[in-house]
């Protein structure tokens, strides 16, 4: 099925650093949402974007709904230990109940 | 207020059992989903309901039915387990759009059943 593209799929990084990961669609989207999902656990929602433009922040963690309404931008700040896990970006197809999701980034920090 | 909630946790089955599996949400969210996610493959839906009494087919529907007989529970069944539905389970919720509230679309997720069939 349709899906976003997140980038990078992975990434590895040291305590302390910060982190970008990006999501880019085909078409636009009117909100976008960021959700982070644990080993064994259920994606957790983040933030959420709802215009073009719109910076939201969410303690460590920044997202930007980018101009285009393609794309989105999640940034995590001075990265801990428990940011591990995989971040998936998510949007509502427009005219519809349902959703698309990204492939995820999957993120693991070394302390 | 507990969110989305997922029964069970874990389940194994025999290939040709049936299951059913139950999501509850306490936000009284209009909307309800029903996803499954495989490695590789992401989250893809399994089916969906706008309302009590109504669903509705997503991307993989096959091998599945669901029901909405009361608007804070959504069933998932399998009536006859294959191995190719060995994944994890996952239901979310969202209330319905009102006027322009953007919150509308937040989509919000269980914790996830994770079945396997041998």
């Known amino acids: 099925g349709q899906q976003l593209n997140q980038s990078p799929q992975s990434m590895f990084i040291q305590e302390g650093e910060d982190v970008s990961m990006n999501c880019t669609s085909s078409s636009i989207f009117n909100t976008w949402l960021w959700y982070k999902q644990e080993p064994g656990e259920g994606p957790v929602l983040l933030i959420a974007?709802?215009?073009?433009?719109e910076l939201t922040s969410n303690g460590r963690l920044t997202a930007q709904f980018g101009i285009t309404r393609k794309d989105s931008f999640l940034n995590i700040s001075a990265s801990i230990p428990s940011d591990v896990g995989i971040y998936f970006c998510?949007?509502?197809?427009?005219?519809?109940?349902?959703?698309?999701f990204g492939t995820g980034t999957r993120l693991k920090v070394l302390a | 207020n507990a969110g989305v909630t997922q029964t069970p946790k874990f389940r194994v089955l025999k290939t040709g059992q049936s299951m059913t599996l139950l999501c509850a949400q306490d936000?009284?969210?209009?909307?309800m989903y029903w996803y499954r996610q495989d490695p590789g493959m992401g989250l893809r839906l399994i089916h969906y309901s706008v309302g009590e009494g109504t669903t509705a087919k997503g991307e993989v529907p096959d091998g599945y039915n669901v029901s909405r007989l009361k608007k804070q529970n959504f069933l998932l069944g399998l009536e006859s387990a294959a191995p190719s539905q060995t994944s994890v389970y996952f239901c979310a919720s969202r209330r319905r759009l009102a006027g322009s509230l953007g919150s509308s679309y937040e989509q919000y997720f269980g914790p996830g059943t994770r079945l396997t069939v041998t």
């Open positions: 974007l709802y215009k073009a433009g």
């Open positions: 936000m009284n969210h209009e909307y």
């Open positions: 998510a949007g509502p197809t427009s005219g519809t109940y349902k959703y698309i």
